[in-house]
């Protein structure tokens, strides 16, 4: 989409992390379709440049940092603050999962980054948005979960066992922050990602087709749900995790 195609500006505000690809980029495009101003966050330098101009450098910035990185949240939710005056939303979606085998040989230093990435990243973005914003003008935050946080996650189960922390941390917020701020979660099954081709690269026939709806995710599906539970249509729901997975749930216990 062009800047001459974007619809008017919305005078919201977004936050989301880890959105130079992947999901993040599909939720940051999702909020800047309609109309919203967008600061995303990101590891390398020049991926968030390239993400910035891919969704247009007049209504996005991006801040490079470490999710984990207490100075760069800070510096993320200060800059949205100095570039756009607010900050309506917050999508909390950068993650990690830098192993793959049973949690019973897991390194615990392994197991620690993933909980300071996927897990204590996410309340100290919270914190810093609710501080700076949210808590005198209200928003909504939502936590891009997964759904190895709502079930048994073989061989990538540091990551499972984090995002079922990321979900009861979404109950946690929601609770708290009410009626202020909204806080819901997002669990999404396969997305043709980057950060998910360890799942399906090669095999991706053979891993769409236990889907009931007969393909893997993408980055949109995820966009367009994160835009929903943003949205004014959405005002009545808080403390939900909103499983969006194809239909894949519909085969537990078949067989």
């Known amino acids: 989409m062009t800047s001459a195609q974007l619809p008017e500006p919305s005078g919201k505000v977004a936050l989301v992390t880890g959105a130079s690809r992947g999901i993040g980029y599909g939720v940051a495009e999702a909020l800047i379709a309609r109309g919203d101003r967008v600061c995303i966050t990101g590891r390398n330098e020049d991926a968030l440049k390239e993400a910035v101009e891919q969704l247009g450098a007049d209504r996005v910035i991006g801040v490079a940092g470490k999710a984990h990185d207490e100075a760069h949240q800070a510096a993320a939710v200060e800059r949205t603050m100095e570039a756009f005056g607010r900050v309506d939303f917050l999508v909390n979606n950068a993650g990690t999962n830098p192993v793959f085998g049973p949690i019973a040989d897991l390194d ?148």
Do not use: C
């Open 108 to 255: 615990l230093n392994v197991a620690r980054k993933v909980f300071e990435t996927n897990v204590v990243s996410a309340l100290g973005f919270a914190q810093r948005t609710w501080h700076a914003w949210q808590k005198d003008n209200g928003g909504a935050i939502v936590n891009i979960a997964s759904v190895a946080g709502v079930s048994a996650s073989p061989f990538i189960g540091a990551y499972g066992i984090s995002k079922a922390a990321m979900i009861n941390l979404t109950l946690q917020l929601a609770h708290e922050y009410a009626p202020k701020v909204r806080v819901n979660a997002i669990a999404p099954a396969v997305v043709k990602t980057q950060f998910a081709k360890a799942l399906y690269e090669g095999r991706e026939a053979e891993a769409a087709a236990s889907y009931p709806l007969g393909r893997l995710g993408v980055p949109s599906d995820i966009g367009g749900t994160a835009a929903f539970l943003t949205s004014q249509q959405s005002d009545w729901i808080t403390g939900q995790t909103l499983v969006v997975d194809g239909g894949i749930f519909l085969n537990a216990g078949v067989g």
